[in-house]
């Protein structure tokens, strides 16, 4: 089956140029049915359908992406969102000295940023630096986590894990791996990589949506730490209501209160389908693509921001133009659907499903709009996404 058939799964593909995966991926239609069926159980089952599907979800789900990131069966559970999950994560350690340092790099996701900077109210002596091998040089011993993008949001740049993950190790340190920019689009083996956490959400490559963000715990690491950030469903066993805590084993104990049921349903559509082609066949075509991208870039005038080497590229191409943000609202009125983040630019995501000819129009309609000049309307205005 070639890559472009699966295009008659995802219903905003017949109306636009879909180029923000990296952002929000393409709905399947498979999702709206998803969400129709847990619409179905409610108004049908009601309080039955917990025992019949709703609370397991976020064990059923949570394996689908499991086999996405070469996690084994039980070791990836569901959440809310990725700042949930290393929250929770957090909450397992005592943060007093020596080991109280957390030191991950400048172009870390600002929510994951945030969550680790607070916890400096509770002791952690956060470390924040230049870039890749800035964090390599500031691990030692005093070093409790390294939170580590796989690939940067901003630049689509993927990180030398491998490097990162083996210097903490070697100083006695956590690592936990961010792969929302990655996570079916570039392949990743958590159980290779030996890390002892990995987070992400369904929003990008995955086409999951929103509310469906995940957390993968090592099962040696997940036996021996508790959250303190804990709920119901982490107890071990939820329904006898016991007022006292106590973890359940495994990766289950990551758990906190009453989970997102709608949002998991949604997400397993887009996994089933990422999964039945492959996050290597993805990786291989979206190489290919991103490559045509950069020669067009290029072929164009524009400032290419990514990192040229394609193995050191993620699934999007970010590129400078003048008055970037005013060129996005005017593509955007253009039904070519992309976005830009401040200090980079316009960062253009290609997915399986999306065609040659829908890159080289789009570049081209960047082109047009800057010798136009139909972008300068809409300086102040905002594309409303």
């Known amino acids: 089956m070639e890559l472009t058939d699966y295009r008659e799964r995802f219903p905003i593909l017949a109306s636009t140029t879909y180029l923000i995966n990296h952002s929000l991926g393409a709905m399947p239609a498979e999702a709206e049915w998803r969400l129709q069926q847990f ?38 559970v569901m959440h809310q969102n990725v700042t949930v999950a290393e929250a929770i994560v957090l909450s397992c350690f005592d943060l007093k000295p020596p080991r109280n340092r957390i030191v991950f790099e400048e172009g870390l996701f600002p929510s994951v940023r945030y ?74 083996d958590v159980t290779a990589l030996g890390v002892e956490f990995c987070v992400g959400g369904s929003v990008k490559w995955l086409c999951g949506g929103p509310g469906a963000g995940w957390l993968y715990v090592r099962p040696d690491v997940a036996e021996r730490l508790e959250p303190a950030f804990a709920g119901w469903q982490g107890h071990a066993r ?7 805590m106590e973890p359940a084993p495994g990766a289950a104990r990551f758990l906190t209160g009453t989970p997102v049921v709608a949002a998991n349903y949604a997400a397993s559509a887009g996994y089933e389908i990422v999964a039945e082609i492959g996050v290597e066949r993805i990786r291989e075509n979206s190489m290919r693509q991103t490559a045509l991208l950069v020669e067009l870039v290029d072929a164009a005038g524009f400032e290419l921001i990514s990192p040229r080497d394609p193995d050191r590229r993620g699934g999007s191409v970010v590129f400078r133009v003048p008055e970037f943000p005013a060129v996005h609202a005017e593509l955007a009125a253009r039904e070519i659907i992309c976005d830009y983040r401040p200090d980079a630019g316009i960062r253009f995501g290609p997915h399986f499903f999306t065609t040659d000819d829908e890159l080289r129009f789009a570049v081209s309609q960047v082109g047009e709009i800057l010798e136009s000049g139909a972008h300068l309307e809409r300086t102040h205005a905002a594309a409303g996404y």
């Open 238 to 244: 939820p329904f006898a209501f016991e007022t006292e």
């Open 115 to 188: 969550v680790q900077q607070a916890w400096s109210r509770f002791g952690a002596e956060v470390v924040v630096c230049a870039d890749a091998d800035a964090v390599i040089d500031a691990i030692d011993e005093r070093t409790l986590l390294v939170p580590i993008s796989h690939v940067l949001y901003k630049t689509a740049e993927i990180q030398p894990v491998e490097r990162i993950v083996a210097r903490a190790h070697d100083a006695g340190a956590y690592v936990c791996l961010d792969a929302y920019q990655s996570a079916g689009a570039v392949p990743l």
């Open 39 to 76: 619409a179905r159980e409610w108004a049908t089952r009601g309080a039955r359908a917990w025992g019949e599907g709703w609370w397991d979800s976020v064990f059923r789900t949570g394996d689908l992406i499991g086999g996405i990131i070469g996690a084994a069966p039980g070791t990836t």
